[in-house]
């Protein structure tokens, strides 16, 4: 091959790279754009590819990802965006890293938007609980000895937090709702985020919860954040959908909504959850990037932050400082219909598994409903950690 052959050659095999990280999206939905440009740095959309796709006329929605070994666990919801007693959920399990999707189990009282393991046990915790009294909610959550063959339901109780008593006592679901993910701690005891209302709150507030029984009870420890940044947003809703991390730095970070299109925002715990930041938005993304829901976050192991979001569309952000100080890369994963909820999960080192839903049961812009995955490939370098200007805590 001449020197003018082998230039053509490489100009050629360069626009073929970009048309297919601009265009490969299974022809549905574009992908990735808008990546910030950061020196030495890939990533790399693979195809969609179909999970579950509705044939019986209910939802495919609200997606949440847990993996354990190569065992990967979706819970999602098929019933519609609504307040519902008891509704009829489904999980698809992988055993092979996401390769095949051959197992689907259905149940009542069966999304589970937390998932955790210990001590060989698999623990699946509901969304949402059930109202009892002014100081007691109900709470459902499921545990598995086969690796998530079989599930077994079991209840337990939410106490409210001393002098802030639960707002509903009547109705079909409680005050306080579990959102994504449970940290088991050192301890032993099990932590993490719930979401809701108490007496006196008019916006979501997010706080802070822990089990020392295995979920049997679970004590609100600290208010993450409540009430609504002073920017002039437009019908926030408050704190809510939280989900968080220990990152590189051992602090523990939790991302939160405010509302449909709206920015998230961030607060961080150097103590293990008992006292947190004030909540900014998310440093060095633009309020239009950093929209609007159900945010995902997981440390890679390069060191690399990874978070999933969406609505509208899907989107990702990197931070290579591994703890959230900086935001510095982002991207489109998905354009088309959907709710905008995704998880991540590392199948491999710098291999990600981002799993979302097509539609929205208020939507009819999509022929189909359906869980769908994408693999992605990420080779971005980590910095050193920067150090957070904004440490005083609420």
């Not at 108490?198 to 600290?222: F, H, M, P, Q």
């Not at 490939?377 to 980590?382: A, G, N, R, T």
Request: aromatic share 10%; with cysteine; hydrophobic share 35%.
């Amino acid at each position: 091959m001449n020197i003018k052959s082998f230039v053509i050659y490489i100009a050629i095999s360069l626009l073929a790279i970009s048309a297919y990280a601009q265009n490969n999206s299974n022809n549905q939905g574009s992908a990735a754009k808008n990546m910030a440009d950061v020196q030495n740095s890939k990533i790399v959309l693979g195809p969609r590819f179909t999970i579950d796709i509705s044939k019986d006329g209910k939802e495919r929605q609200f997606p949440f990802v847990y993996k354990f070994g190569k065992n990967i666990f979706i819970s999602y919801s098929e019933h519609s965006d609504a307040v519902v007693a008891s509704p009829v959920d489904a999980m698809m399990i992988s055993r092979n890293n996401g390769k095949t999707w051959d197992k689907k189990i259905t149940n009542e009282d069966f999304y589970l938007t937390s998932m955790f393991q210990k001590d060989h046990i698999l623990y699946g915790v509901v969304y949402f609980t059930y109202p009892e009294s002014p100081l007691k909610e109900k709470m459902v959550y499921w545990t598995s000895v086969d690796k998530g063959n079989t599930w077994q339901r079991r209840e337990g109780t939410v106490n409210a937090l001393e002098g802030h008593p639960f707002t509903t006592t009547k109705g079909i679901w409680g005050s306080m709702l579990f959102h994504r993910g449970m940290m088991v701690m050192k301890d032993g005891s099990i932590q993490g985020v719930m979401y809701g209302q108490l007496e006196g709150d008019k916006k979501y507030r997010v706080v802070w919860v822990k089990s020392i029984d295995n979920c049997k009870t679970w004590n609100i420890i600290a208010t993450v954040a409540s009430g609504i940044p002073d920017r002039g947003l437009k019908n926030p809703q408050g704190y809510c959908e939280p989900n968080f991390t220990r990152v590189r730095d051992g602090s523990i970070l939790c991302i939160m909504r405010m509302g449909s299109y709206l920015p998230l925002f961030q607060s961080r715990s150097y103590d293990n959850g008992l006292t947190w930041t004030k909540p900014v938005p998310l440093p060095g993304l633009p309020d239009s990037v950093s929209e609007s829901v159900d945010p995902n976050l997981l440390l890679m192991k390069s060191g690399v932050l990874a978070l999933s979001y969406g609505r509208p569309g899907d989107k990702m952000a990197f931070s290579t400082d591994g703890c959230g100080y900086k935001w510095d890369v982002h991207l489109n994963t998905y354009e088309g219909v959907t709710t905008g909820y995704t998880g991540i999960v590392e199948v491999k080192r710098n291999k990600l598994l981002l799993i979302a839903d097509q539609g929205a049961d208020w939507s009819k812009g999509a022929n189909e409903k359906a869980i769908w995955g994408r693999f992605i490939h990420v080779d971005l370098k980590p910095i050193s950690p920067a150090t957070d200007t904004n440490k005083k805590t609420n």
